[in-house]
């Protein structure tokens, strides 16, 4: 019973954060930083506000990690067309360590993945996941005027990268290995589950762009 009580508190979490939290970015909470200029290159692109729920909380300490997806592109501007000169993406994870009651912040680049840090507050971790990255976009075109597109999606994350994502922290190389699980894992393994479809059908989407400049 013990092991189910948790598993209560989280479904409870993810009913109130896909329940409030459309209404929360459609108050224009959140926003996607772009400092960007011919001396300062390549860009550097912060996204905040998006871990401001309080039931985002609720969810990562009950197991149920969270990404922040981010797509910059650069762009140059022609006579008829605007053209993508390159784009780089990169993903943001924070996970609760249930034995170590402490927040890990990652980023994951190309399958390469980077920690950001370990921390007791669920606000430092966010503060962690709002910290401002350079991604490695290609030069802008001399002579024209470029810009860059930014995205970022709230996603939820699928089980298969909850146990990559598992695995590395742990320090594993290779997959587990299968084998029988208790009912109680079982049963946190379809909640996830659950939880990574719901979440999945409502994905937060940002969108900014940058002003156009001379290179």
């Not at 013990?2 to 409030?20: C, G, K, Q, T």
């Not at 300062?40 to 969270?66: Q, T």
């Not at 605007?82 to 980023?107: F, L, Q």
Request: no cysteine; net charge positive.
């Amino acid at each position: 019973m013990r092991s189910i009580r948790p598993l209560l508190r989280f479904v409870v979490a993810l009913l109130l954060l896909v329940s409030s939290s459309a209404a929360a970015w459609a108050q224009g909470k959140p926003e996607i930083d772009i400092r960007i200029s011919p001396t300062n290159y390549p860009p550097v692109i912060a996204v905040r506000g998006v871990l401001a729920e309080k039931p985002f909380d609720e969810m990562v300490r009950s197991g149920f990690p969270a990404r922040l997806h981010v797509r910059a592109e650069l762009w140059s501007e022609g006579r008829w067309f605007d053209d993508v000169n390159g784009r780089a993406e990169w993903d943001i994870i924070v996970r609760y360590d249930v034995i170590d009651r402490s927040y890990e912040v990652v980023r994951r680049v190309a399958g390469a993945i980077t920690s950001l840090g370990s921390y007791t507050r669920f606000a430092d971790a966010r503060a962690a996941m709002e910290l401002a990255f350079a991604p490695a976009l290609p030069s802008p075109p001399r002579g024209k005027k470029s810009y860059v597109l930014v995205q970022a999606e709230l996603q939820s994350l699928q089980v298969s990268d909850l146990d990559e994502l598992d695995r590395w922290l742990r320090g594993e190389a290779a997959p587990a290995v299968q084998g029988k699980r208790s009912p109680a894992s079982a049963l946190t393994r379809g909640v996830r589950t659950l939880a990574s479809r719901l979440l999945g059908g409502e994905v937060r989407r940002l969108e900014a762009r940058s002003p156009s400049t001379l290179f």
